[in-house]
């Protein structure tokens, strides 16, 4: 089989999420551990570490990769969904993996794994496992794919567990309470292992209290120490922080949000240091002191190489700058909290340097979102351009386009996201801003056309 021979056999032998939604959703570890069984355990072959939230956790588990690759350990790193090549959700050091290991797993493996009917990603985590102990590597960030309890990674035994925050998403596989929501994240709190929670509120809290209580694991609330004091966008792109600990620091990401994310990623130093000094890992110290690295260094560099080293895509992502254009995989109600505001203070800033600037919004959701509750939080004077993901999940434009006009929302519909944003860009005038999203998948189709040398009329 070629590598495209084999993704086509793996999206229709095993059912994705991505692709076909509560369809590919498999309750349960019974496939996880049978795979687990066949493979040898491969995940006992290095030390990981755990990461779960209902937002944020990609941007975490790239920033930890980043973190301790700067301070010269061999790390992997497993994240979903990918935007454009299905191997981006498995790396080493940043780099994919090999398309010839892919298609080498599965013609190798697909007997044994046939008879078993695995979910896709079950099957991708066990080759993700499988990759990284062939590969000899030091340390792996693994990020949940859904929940935690339940989600096929969480048969490992990490060193530091990471719940970045906890707000509605997946309300039918996890709960339609915040602290049912929690209770499926803390799931992954293991014996002993400490943990690290970004953002909690008193419902919440408890949630993981009891559960970090239960199994003698240290707790920790970043939320209760802010080490990040504020933020602010910087020229160009990017953020910069103040915090307590570490003086001015300054992220490639430029997202509001990541705020927080950078908060939690502090937090998470100490104890990460403390784990690996306890299982006789070689401590961050003495990593970066071979390398010439002081903390303050490791954390600089790898905040702002983070896209760069790990491959990190889509997040408040700056593709052109006349007209600027931006695209964000933010999809729920808690990602457009702060994407709303954020969209319209950089529209408000290019409408005060030059008035006739115009915002553009190309827009596109799934059918599991609270897609009301998000639109309502979409400005009004924007000019949309709506579409839809190459998907079965996402919703028909057709039917955005009726929640549109109940929102007073004004714009035009569009078959596919490229079409939308040849659109928009051909609207454009120097001066305007587009911003592209609402859906991990309308990014994914946006990255995947490579629109940005696209030039607009500027009229």
Request: charged fraction near 20%.
């Amino acid at each position: 089989m070629t590598y495209n021979e084999t993704l086509d056999y793996l999206y229709n032998a095993a059912p994705a999420f991505e692709k076909v939604g509560a369809g590919a959703y498999k309750e349960g570890l019974q496939n996880t551990f049978a795979l687990d069984e066949h493979f040898g355990h491969p995940h006992r072959q290095y030390r990981t570490i755990h990461v779960a939230g209902t937002n944020g956790k990609g941007s975490v588990s790239h920033t930890l990769a980043a973190l301790l690759q700067t301070a010269g350990y061999k790390v992997g790193l497993y994240t979903s969904p990918h935007l454009v090549d299905f191997n981006e959700r498995i790396r080493v050091n940043g780099e994919p993996i090999e398309h010839e290991y892919v298609v080498d797993f599965v013609e190798r493996e697909k007997d044994f794994f046939e008879p078993l009917c695995p979910s896709f990603f079950e099957l991708t985590t066990a080759l993700a496992f499988k990759y990284f102990a062939d590969k000899n590597i030091d340390i792996a960030v693994i990020e949940v794919g859904l929940g935690g309890r339940l989600d096929c990674t969480n048969i490992i035994e990490p060193l530091l567990c990471v719940i970045t925050n906890i707000s509605f998403d997946h309300t039918a596989f996890l709960g339609n309470t915040l602290a049912k929501i929690a209770g499926e994240k803390a799931g992954i709190i293991k014996n002993g292992v400490p943990v690290v929670i970004g953002e909690h509120d008193e419902e919440t809290r408890k949630v993981f209290e009891d559960r970090a209580a239960a199994l003698s694991a240290p707790i920790i609330f970043a939320q209760d120490d802010q080490y990040v004091v504020s933020s602010k966008p910087v020229a160009g792109g990017g953020r910069s922080y103040e915090t307590t600990c570490f003086g001015v620091l300054k992220g490639t990401l430029g997202g509001e949000c990541q705020e927080k994310n950078v908060n939690t990623i502090l937090h998470t130093l100490l104890p990460l240091a403390k784990a690996m000094k306890k299982v006789g890992m070689p401590p961050l110290s003495e990593s970066m002191k071979l390398r010439g690295e002081t903390l303050i260094g490791m954390v600089r560099k790898a905040l702002e190489n983070v896209c760069g080293m790990t491959g990190l895509a889509g997040r408040w992502q700056t593709l052109r700058q006349d007209p600027l254009v931006i695209c964000d995989t933010g999809h729920n109600l808690a990602g457009w909290q702060y994407l709303s505001r954020q969209i319209q203070a950089v529209a408000a800033d290019r409408k005060k340097a030059c008035p006739i600037s115009r915002l553009r919004i190309v827009f596109g959701m799934v059918d599991d979102k609270d897609v009301d509750a998000v639109m309502a939080l979409l400005p009004t004077d924007a000019v949309y351009y709506f579409t839809q993901a190459d998907t079965h999940r996402a919703i028909p434009v057709a039917a955005l386009m009726r929640l549109a006009a109940e929102k007073g929302l004004q714009g035009q519909a569009f078959p596919t996201v490229k079409t939308a944003c040849q659109a928009a860009l051909e609207d454009c005038a120097a001066e305007d801003f587009v911003f592209v999203g609402g859906s991990s998948y309308v990014v994914a189709d946006l990255l995947s056309a490579d629109l940005t040398a696209q030039e607009s009329k500027h009229k």
